[in-house]
């Protein structure tokens, strides 16, 4: 499928979406909208990701060039920027299906649903979850796979991209592993999933759970995407639930190098390495026990690889296991001490 990816504004730095999909999915990116971007390329800013032209909107490119508008920036709150209407509005006018990870519903959207059956197109939004979802039970530790979670010390850490990273690694080393998804890029890379951040708050770990108990007897190793951070004065509550529902056996710590204060939050400090530790392994304990194994260290700010390295050094004696960057150094090193 030729996929199209708005990311105004946003592109690299704050369009994890966009990123992960380029990355990880397994689509063909026709081109991603970037207003402040246009005429420039992909590789121009991440060079380690599928190439595709960045065009001002939906309007630079042909209507039989394009199968869908995928939604690649989620603002604070998941809300809808009018700005982006125009796009929307183009895709749909040419026929193309519009996948979006928004807590605003496109489908919902009076003008874009009447666009969508008019010009019989599906507007996906994958932040919808499934209405059958209930309790957890307390049974995700049952399962005969090896449990792996992502925490992270903030949001956007890197949680979604260590999980695919390691996944893909195990899988290279011979291992049965499979991903779990419980947010918009996980879901719109694999296919399936459920989004947890909006889910109703009594159900969030037994929608875990659920994926878990589906997944958990066909593989070795579920590696399950975390989101939020234990601490963050916004998710915390999604973060939670994931752990407990998930009942994980091995933790991995995600962190960006450097950062100090929590992202659109600053007011608040981040709490040392080890009190992130301490924390996370204490909510597992009453679940799963579950214990942080190893550490994922986002460098990309970093210039030189001798910097970064210097830094994955330091993390892995602040939390005190292994660590690495998984995209400047790969993830053998964590992988080593998941299934040693």
């Not at 108990?213 to 999604?238: R, T, W």
């Not at 752990?243 to 962190?255: F, Y």
């Not at 892995?316 to 080593?336: C, H, K, Q, S, Y």
Request: aromatic share 6%; charged share 25%.
């Amino acid at each position: 499928m030729r996929v199209a990816i708005l990311a105004h504004e946003k592109f690299p730095d704050r369009a994890k979406t966009a990123l992960g999909v380029l990355r990880y999915a397994d689509y063909e990116a026709a081109a991603v909208l970037d207003r402040e971007s246009a005429g420039r390329r992909v590789n121009d800013f991440v060079p380690d990701v599928q190439d595709a032209p960045i065009v001002d909107g939906m309007a630079d490119l042909e209507a039989d060039a394009v199968d869908a508008l995928l939604i690649g920036i989620s603002p604070i709150g998941g809300g809808f920027d009018e700005s982006w209407r125009d796009d929307v509005r183009t895709a749909l006018e040419y026929g193309c299906d519009v996948v979006s990870g928004l807590h605003y519903f496109l489908a919902e959207d009076e003008e874009f649903a009447s666009l969508a059956a008019e010009n019989d197109c599906e507007l996906r939004d994958v932040r919808k979850p499934p209405e059958d979802l209930t309790v957890a039970e307390g049974v995700a530790g049952e399962v005969d796979a090896e449990v792996v979670l992502t925490v992270g010390t903030d949001c956007s850490t890197g949680k979604m991209t260590t999980t695919m990273e390691l996944a893909r690694a195990a899988e290279e080393a011979g291992h049965d592993a499979a991903v779990i998804p419980t947010g918009q890029t996980g879901i719109m890379i694999e296919g399936w999933g459920n989004p947890i951040d909006r889910v109703v708050s009594d159900f969030t770990a037994g929608a875990v759970e659920e994926m878990i108990v589906e997944k958990g007897d066909d593989h070795d190793y579920l590696f399950v995407e975390g989101q939020g951070c234990i601490v963050h004065p916004a998710y915390s509550a999604v973060t939670c639930g994931i752990l407990h529902g998930s009942m994980p056996d091995k933790l991995v710590l995600c962190h960006n190098a450097g950062q100090e204060a929590i992202h659109g939050y600053e007011s608040f400090a981040l709490p040392d390495r080890q009190t992130y530790v301490d924390l996370y392994e204490s909510l597992a304990a009453p679940v799963s026990g579950g214990e942080i194994v190893a550490g994922a260290l986002n460098t990309s700010d970093l210039e030189t690889d001798a910097d970064a390295r210097e830094a994955v050094d330091e993390y892995a004696t602040e939390i005190d296991a292994p660590a690495t960057d998984v995209i400047r150094f790969g993830a053998d090193d964590v992988l080593e001490a998941i299934v040693e």
